[in-house]
């Protein structure tokens, strides 16, 4: 339990300094949960140290096995009913990914690194990873994307809906003393650490159909147009294919 109780005494430590502090995870292994008593301990050292339990965060690894998944259901669980926030690390890589967000009590997602580790995306990794981020919010789970490392992997993410980015990019590994001089008032946060500009829509990519907006556009909604209108005159601009679809079939039923 030594690095769990070391980041308990470095929250204390920058809590009495006046700083305010952000949550950390903390990685168990798979072997750790062998432990029957570990959600216990972990409760235990968190209320020892006076840290308030929203500045943890229990990180674990995506099982492969049917077994192992029982045994992280029952200990993510049992932190929640302890009111400790759990994390799934490598999210997507290992078993049965649908079925922990069913069956775990978990606070965070971090999606692996291979969604987004590669040169070229296309409209399919955007709308997986659209989708995955999208039933976590919907069952109130915040959402991490790990590796990032370039600009266009940070749009993509950004584009996504991502909640929290975690990656290269921002910061390398640093020491608690960096670490510290960032969570002060006076630090100076780097150009890349502020919040990019807003993605501005352009029309032509709903024609567009190597675009994720076109297929959103047209296979993702029920029918829709959109229209220009000047103050004097209503014209259409562009009708989707659901509309067209609709449309048709009234007529010929007529």
Not at 10 to 39: C, M, Q, T
Not at 208 to 225: K, M, T
């Amino acid at each position: 339990y030594y690095i769990l109780q070391k980041v308990c005494m470095d929250i204390r430590k920058w809590i009495d300094e006046g700083l305010e502090p952000v949550r950390i995870s903390v990685n168990f292994s798979r072997k750790d949960l062998a432990d029957r008593e570990l959600p216990d301990n972990i409760n235990h050292i968190i209320l020892e140290s006076g840290v308030d339990k929203e500045l943890i965060e229990v990180e674990v690894t995506e099982t492969v096995d049917d077994v192992e998944h029982g045994i992280l259901a029952d200990f993510i669980n049992r932190l929640h009913e302890l009111g400790i926030m759990t994390a799934i690390d490598d999210f997507g890589s290992g078993y049965s990914s649908l079925s922990t967000l069913r069956e775990f009590e978990v606070h965070t997602l971090k999606i692996d690194r291979s969604f987004i580790n590669t040169d070229d995306f296309s409209w399919k990794d955007e709308i997986i990873l659209m989708n995955i981020i999208t039933m976590a919010k919907q069952l109130g789970i915040e959402v991490l994307t790990e590796g990032v490392e370039r600009e266009d992997q940070l749009s993509f993410v950004n584009n996504a809906g991502c909640d929290v980015i975690q990656g290269y990019f921002y910061s390398k590994p640093i020491p608690e003393k960096e670490f510290r001089l960032l969570l002060s008032e006076d630090s100076i946060s780097p150009d890349h650490l502020k919040p990019s500009p807003e993605r501005k829509f352009n029309i032509r990519e709903l024609s567009d159909e190597s675009s994720l907006s076109f297929y959103l556009f047209n296979y993702c909604i029920g029918g829709a147009s959109i229209v220009s209108y000047d103050g004097e005159r209503l014209e259409l601009v562009l009708s989707n294919r659901s509309l067209f679809n609709d449309l048709s079939g009234r007529q010929s039923l007529a």
